[in-house]
């Protein structure tokens, strides 16, 4: 009556141990088993569901698609077992689910089931509308320099629409590529996304287990390919065909020339037609009675010479005399050797003959074309490009001239390379020069690629357009660098949301996922595609991190605040955390800048202002080796940004002119000072230049050019394989002071590098795969060597971002154990102390820090695959942060030893040690 109330919790269970809290972990009280009498069904079919049941029970079948309830019926069940038919329709295609809830009387006692019980499973039906069946017809062999054919045609007659590819198998096999069929993604298995609820689990005495024990998540299916891995140098074959409409009943034959080429070529057709979708595949050798096969190097060095083997296959039933000829093109020629060999092959067998190639003394591409004639019988030819390469350091020139209006600069100039490899570029300027051309080569021509080189390779080229008139071709070029940059950085982020140093690695690069990011928001400003999924998880680290954030370090504060500055930038600013790292720290200077321009993009402009208002641009002189990468240099051109976002060009005119000049020095800059200082002083040049009408005159080595701009810039290619010498004429045609500024580049002779040991030394050794130590040149052909450098700190800090190049000779193949089986014996003595590995080709790259007076040693293993005479490049070691830091081996030629030397080493090519499984 007064309005209290009271309540009391009752709970009911199963007595003892044994009870309800046992079942609820095993959830199969409320399973119902429902069994199809197929794994599949045809359109047309009957469906057969069947499940156990009672005649006093009822259940619910709901018929699902995709979330959406098709069909649902209430069922009366049988006695023991209840079976229910349902006809396989076309919109059932790929998969349906039948739910069926299966409702008992309450408190019956016919089973100690509960009230409810619930299954469901996926029922495949299959549309043979869906599937197209193409047919290629082939000859069982091609012969190569002839015309082949195959042709097409749906087995049943059925119209469809193909295309068609011919490709090389070996590169297939590079990849294991196997034929995606169309009709597996269109029609894969669907998942289920129908959710249930009930309060049946609520009802006393009528027990019912969580449905989510029971549930599988459909769609999809993991699968592996087969097939060998098949590794082989050729030039590939790729034909494409059609696309091609067949009407019904129709074939087409699709003809094709076959080029020089020995080895199997697979056929591939894909083809589609109203919803229905098939493809094919038939792999065709080609091989003539007649075959020739020459094994060259992938590369080679001025001067080398290599004893070439060349294969001779004879297919015919009888004896064949053969002609062998090897002309060599372009930057080479064969050495004190005739060019013609006469040979006598039995039926059915192959010999080995051999010519000796002697590359030119500069660099250039040189072509090998090898010819096999016997009478009565197709020429089989061969022909191999490859390129002479030079493993010296490319050096750059520059020389600058300030010319009055009307004024002209004559003068010839010395280039640095060797002939034939000196690219020569003229930079026009109505501004102070900051050699553009120089400056950009190195940053997209440096040999490493961590996150803060390949971000520091094409975040410049952003802002290429706002300095630079630009044509068609080169616009095309900058859009395909910074989309492949784009590409490249997604393999450096970690399941985090930050970017690691090295692709793949787990660790967070913080500065990395800084500068990185900072690209990526700006590349997506310029118009450029950059996933979603990769700006989100990276901006998702980068607030958890700034909330996180706590440090009175000021490296680290240029890292927070640099931070700030890129979420501020994407349109997502922490206002918090800016403001805990104003008012929590006495910042520097480039720490103040950097947050007074993350307040601007915020929003916060008089913060912004009242920051910067008395600022200097003060910064103690130093280098980072790893951290943040920097330097005064780089945190002045960080503070020149800021200047430029703040919209203050006073104070931005005498740091430009600063750093301008740096730029246009001689000095070395890392790839981060470079960049940085390009980032902040291109944008500023754009919008503070005027547009005045700029116009000269120039020649290089009689070659006369006229040209016009109102940029800040123009960049004039004079060369691009200039001899070793020239006469520059220029010619001012403005009305206004011109800067000119001649730049080459050019790669020097091999050999010319001097022993240096600044901060680092830098030994190597070879050693057979028995221990013993040999002489490079003592190694026999097919033999395997190990290579050993030891590289050692000579000083009283610690180094990091170490960078240790060792380029290959021509003669040598890298054992590469990352494509190779090989036993735990053999690759245990090569796990080597670095950070990071890049193994190329023609090098190998090692990454690696060094404590104060520490000795680290990277090995690797090469086969000497070519005799003859041969140039072992220069070893070179270096802090990539700091050019003082470095080491260098020079190179070396060796040629053949005698017989009589080659048996010193007990490493003969029939006994040694097979390194490959």
């Known amino acids: 009556k007064g309005g209290h109330g009271s309540a009391k919790i ?66 009366r069940c049988g006695k023991e077992t209840t079976v229910v038919e349902l006809d396989a329709e076309p919109s059932m295609a790929p998969n349906v689910y039948i739910h069926v809830s299966l409702l008992q009387e309450h408190l019956q006692t016919m089973n100690d089931l509960p009230i409810r019980l619930y299954g469901v499973i996926p029922v495949i039906v299959e549309d043979p509308n869906t599937i197209l069946k193409p047919q290629i017809s082939s000859d069982e062999a091609w012969k190569p320099m002839s015309p082949a054919s195959f042709t097409v045609r749906e087995a049943a007659g059925k119209p469809m629409t193909y295309t068609a590819v011919v490709v090389d198998e070996g590169l297939l096999g590079l990849t294991r590529y196997s034929m995606a069929d169309p009709r597996s993604t269109f029609y894969k298995k669907e998942a289920s996304l129908l959710k249930s609820w009930d309060l049946y689990d609520a009802v006393i005495g009528a027990y019912s287990g969580s449905l989510q024990t029971l549930l599988a998540i459909g769609g999809g299916d993991d699968g592996f390919g087969g097939g060998n891995r098949k590794v082989q140098r050729f030039k590939p074959v790729v034909k494409y065909f059609g696309p091609v409409t067949l009407k019904a009943g129709e074939s087409r034959t699709e003809t094709f020339e076959i080029p020089q080429y020995v080895g199997a070529l697979r056929i591939m057709v894909v083809a589609g037609n109203a919803g229905a979708y098939g493809v094919a595949e ?13 094994t060259l190097p992938r590369y080679l060095s001025p001067q080398d010479e290599i004893r070439v083997p060349v294969s001779v296959f004879n297919y015919t039933a009888g004896k064949l005399p053969v002609t062998v000829r090897c002309r060599i093109s372009g930057n080479g020629s064969l050495k004190d050797q005739s060019a013609e060999q006469k040979i006598s092959l039995d039926a059915s067998s192959d010999t080995v003959v051999y010519f000796q190639v002697a590359a030119g003394s500069t660099v250039g591409p040189l072509s090998c074309a090898i010819t096999a004639e016997a009478s009565g019988l197709p020429i089989a030819t061969h022909q191999v490009d490859l390129m002479v390469r030079s493993t010296a350091i490319p050096i750059t020139q520059t020389w600058t001239k300030m010319l009055k209006a009307g004024e002209s600069w004559n003068e010839f100039k010395q280039l640095p390379g060797m002939s034939g490899t000196n690219q020569v570029n003229l930079e ?10 120089n400056r950009l080569e190195f940053l997209t021509q440096y040999p490493h690629g961590c996150i803060e080189q390949t971000t520091s390779a094409v975040f410049p080229q952003l802002y290429l357009d706002q300095v630079l008139n630009l044509d068609d071709q080169k616009r095309a070029e ?65 607030k958890r991190k700034a909330i996180a954030w706590s440090s009175s370090d000021s490296s680290e504060q240029l890292v927070q605040a640099y931070r700030l500055y890129t979420l501020a930038l994407a349109g997502m600013p922490d206002l918090g955390a800016m403001n805990r790292l104003k008012e929590s720290f006495t910042l520097s200077d480039p720490v103040a800048w950097r947050l007074a321009a993350a307040y601007w993009y915020a929003g916060q402009r008089d913060i912004a202002r009242a920051m910067v208002r008395n600022l200097g641009f003060g910064v103690q002189k130093y280098r980072d080796l790893s951290g943040t990468f920097g330097s005064s240099f780089r945190d002045k051109a960080m503070m020149l940004e800021s200047l430029v976002v703040t919209e203050d060009y006073g104070r931005a005119s005498a740091l430009l002119s600063e750093i301008a000049e740096t730029l246009s020095s001689k000095d ?67 009305k206004q002071n011109m800067y000119a500024r001649l730049v080459a580049r050019g790669i020097p002779a091999e050999g010319l590098e001097p022993v240096i040991r600044q901060g680092l030394s830098l030994s190597v050794s070879y050693t057979t795969l028995e221990g013993k130590a040999i002489d490079p040149s003592l190694l026999p052909l097919g033999a395997d060597m190990e290579v050993s450098v030891a590289l050692r700190n000579t000083t009283s800090r610690d180094l990091k971002e170490l960078a240790l190049v060792h380029s290959l000779p021509a003669a040598w193949e890298l054992i590469n154990y990352r ?21 190329r080709d023609d090098r190998v790259l090692s990454y690696l820090d060094l404590k104060a007076g520490e000795t680290k040693t990277v090995s690797f293993r090469v086969n000497r695959t070519y005799s003859g005479l041969y140039f072992i490049p220069a070893i070179q070691a270096y802090a990539m942060y700091d050019e003082s830091i470095r080491a260098v081996e020079p190179g070396k030629r060796i040629a053949d030893q005698a017989p009589d030397q080659l048996e010193k080493t007990n490493q003969t090519p029939k006994g040694r040690k097979n390194l490959i499984q």
Not at 43 to 49: C, H, L, P, S, W
Not at 428 to 437: Q, V, Y
Not at 676 to 695: H, V
Not at 826 to 839: G, R, S, T
């Open 10 to 75: 009752v709970y009911i269970d199963w007595p003892g141990w044994a009870g309800r809290a046992q079942a609820d972990g095993q959830g199969a009280a409320a399973m119902l088993t429902l069994t199809s009498d197929k794994t599949s069904y045809k359109v047309g079919e009957k469906i057969r569901i069947s499940f156990p049941s009672n005649d006093k029970a009822s259940a619910v079948l709901v018929l699902e698609k995709g979330g959406e309830i098709v069909r649902q019926e209430q069922i």
């Open 282 to 294: 038939r792999s065709v050798s080609v091989k003539g009675d007649l075959m020739v096969l020459g």
């Open 428 to 437: 026009l300027s109505r501004l102070p020069p900051i050699s553009l051309e």
């Open 478 to 542: 900058i859009r395909a660098n910074v989309i492949a940059g784009i590409e490249r950085l997604q393999t450096f982020q970690t399941p985090s949301g930050g970017f690691a140093y090295w692709p793949g690695q787990g660790e967070v690069n913080e500065w990395g996922t800084n500068y990185g990011g900072h690209f990526l928001v700006e590349a997506r400003k310029a118009g450029y595609q950059v996933p979603d999924y990769l700006m989100q998880r990276w901006a998702e680290y980068q």
């Open 668 to 734: 070395w800059l890392s790839t981060q000072e470079t960049a940085y200082a390009l980032i902040a002083i291109l944008p500023l040049m754009g919008k503070t230049s005027n547009s005045e009408t700029m116009s000269a005159e120039c020649s290089f080595q009689g070659i006369s050019r006229n040209r016009s701009f109102k940029t800040p810039l123009e960049s004039i290619t004079l060369a691009m394989s200039a001899s070793d010498s020239g006469t520059l004429e220029v010619k001012n045609t403005s």
């Open 819 to 839: 494509l190779a089986k090989v036993t735990e014996e053999d690759y245990e003595p090569l796990v080597n102390p670095i950070k990071y590995q890049d193994i």
